[in-house]
Structures are given as C-alpha cells and as structure tokens.
C-alpha cells in the first residue's frame, strides 16, 4: 500500500488511471502513424488521444456471439469521444431521453436538458 501510495504522490494521480492515460496515449500514437486517426462517425481527424474514444463498430451486448465481436479487432475503431457519445445505442429497457440514458452515454438534446435541469436543482 505504501509503494501506490508513493506512485499516486509522485504521478498526482491514482497509478491504474496513469497506466489507463499511458496505454490510450501510445494506442492514439501508434494509430497516428498508420493514418488511422480519423472519426469513425465523423471522419474527421482525431487530433489528441484526450478527445478519442475506442469502440465496436456492431455492438457486441446482447448478440448472438458477444465474446467474438467484443474481441474482434475488425470491428474495433476510433472516433472522437464526442462522435461516440452521440451515437451510443440506447440499451432495452432504458428511456430516451433520461437521466439513465444520460449516464449510459446517450448525449442526445434531450438527455443533455435533463442533465442540466438536474444540475440547477443543486
């Protein structure tokens, strides 16, 4: 416990969440270099790992073959964290627009006006 510590101390950040930063910063490099820093939604350059989001292109909860498709590197792409956000598919059973919604990564108009008017409650 001490060892964390003492990495949290120096890095000012948990070290799980350094290596997660790490990995994402050398995934957004290396995509870079083989020209595969651009939208999957949008098309447009992702111009830092900080705006990118990784994710399926089909999505793997509740098909046929989840493990395959999840694991599937064909069916892995970029976007920007923004683009993906928009495009999340809404999961059964949870309504749009909702706060569920919302915290399930819907960013539609309506999820986002329930957010805000939960946040002028406060």
Sequence with gaps: MAVKNEKKKQLGM???TA???????????????LDMQWCFHCGAEIESYKHMSIEHKVPWLHSE???DLYFDLDNIAFSHKSCNYKAARPRPGKPCPSSTAY??????EGCR????SEYRKY
């Design 113 to 116: 006006e329930i957010k805000r």
């Design 14 to 16: 948990d070290p799980g």
């Design 65 to 67: 073959n989840p493990l």
């Design 19 to 33: 290596s997660n930063r790490l990995v994402k910063a050398l995934l957004f490099s290396f995509g870079k270099k």
């Design 103 to 108: 915290r399930n990564g819907c960013r539609c």
